[in-house]
């Protein structure tokens, strides 16, 4: 069976519907790579705790981010009373929204004081945020899956999502390099900013909470499939999805993919203050021509992978990305910034563009197996091992700014402060340039050789899909 045939048996979900999660997408990528990524230099420069404590409060955020998402993905990866009217995941989401936005915005309001005060209020409210977000966070992408079940939706669907993630999220950047230049040591500016981004993606849950309603026939699906499965246990729901070679590929890829933004990210700040001697606000040129060369490659991402597939494109792009991080670790001036940043972009795009298709399709992977969908539950046991991200980024920043370099937060910087030391720059573009670069390529090599999931392959998984009733009805 062909997987053109496939497609021509199965109704197509509508670019609304895509566009809707597309919304999902912005809020939870902007939250967790952009909103968060601040938060090191924040609490550093503008509120003055010192470096061991935010090591250690991103160290127990990231283990409490690792426990909770796959419990709380199998918790609630299961049909209730409510499920037939209101769907099974719609609800979650819904329900988890605004306590994940009022958190966020908590985390820009630390007490003034005594530095363990501070400290114990930052671990609090970053682990409340983060229980509220893996519920979002697992039915939003859990839902993916089986509201685009076909290669062709799967990839139109990133295609689009992929031009609406970077396009807003880039001007919400570029806001937020106007908000907080020339303010970056000032807290006010920082909760100004969480506000203004917070009341933005309130006006983008409205059509995430209209894209994620099921049909009736899917909410059928869930209920049906499940009652007719053995009830497997968390623990046998993870060695399952585990034992899949294509599935743990995946999750290294992502958990790569993340780490390596994360660090990407987080280090912005620090480069442009501390290595350019440039404010934040100089960022809005490169981050506006970005937005255009995201959008101009996503039609030529979308036709090479027709002609291809997702594995092909997925370790070119994980390559050719690794390679463009190489420069940064010598640029030293706006201008090659900004055309560096021009490839780099074209890249990462097409590298998201991939990033639920090649996911989604392990999770297929492993409902065939299981014989039904528990895709809450594999975004969880993912989102396990990608938050492994926020301990590296808290070690590597720890490691590099704390006990290598002389790094010189801005509350120990005195009137006649020259500016970083040449081991302290050094620092900042290994931690945001050559560990990311290295981590993308070495992953392009590992998807290469041992992702499988392609071809007659995947025909005959999808066949065995729709045998087991587990295809989107």
Known sequence: MSLKKDLSEWEIASTKKMMGYGFGYIVVNYLL????????????????????????????????NMVNDPLLGYITDKPRKWTRKYGLRAPWIIVSTAPMFILFILIWTPP????????????????????????????????????????YERRRSFAIMTVMLFSILIIMQVLTSVILGGKEYEQPAYLTNAIIMIILLVIFSIPVF????????????????????????????????LKQKNFRV????YTVQVTATTLWNAAQLYLFVDV??????TQTLPLLIGILAVIGSVPFWYNYTRKHDFKRTYWLCFLLHGLSFIP???????????????????????????????????YDEVAVEMGQRQDATFVGIRNFFFRIAFLIQAFVFFMILVLVTDYVPAEAQLADFAGQSSEAKLGIRVMGALIPGLLFIVMSLIFKKYYTLVGEEKAVMIKKLKEAGLYRA
Not at 48 to 63: D, K, P, R, Y
Not at 250 to 253: C, E, M, R, Y
Not at 276 to 281: F, K
């Open 33 to 64: 790579l952009y909103g968060l990524s601040q938060m090191d230099f924040f609490y550093r420069n503008a509120v003055g705790l010192s470096g061991f404590l935010i090591f250690l409060a991103t160290v127990i955020f990231a283990i409490w």
């Open 250 to 253: 995946s999750l290294l890829g």
């Open 276 to 281: 350019y001697g440039l404010s934040i606000a």
């Open 210 to 241: 209209l894209a994620v309603r099921e049909s009736k026939e899917m909410k059928e699906m869930f209920i049906s499939t499940y009652e007719a499965s053995e009830k497997a246990s968390f623990i046998k729901v993870t060695k399952t999805a």
């Open 112 to 151: 003034m004081g005594d530095e363990i005060i501070i400290f114990i209020y930052l671990v609090i409210i970053i682990c409340l945020f983060d229980t509220f977000f893996s519920i979002y966070n697992d039915h939003l992408y859990g839902g993916y899956t089986n509201q685009f079940p076909s290669e």
């Open 328 to 362: 940064f670790l010598f640029i030293t001036d706006l201008v090659f910034h900004t055309i560096f940043f021009i490839f780099m972009m074209i890249f990462y795009g097409g590298e998201v563009t991939m990033l639920m298709p090649v996911a989604s399709d392990t």
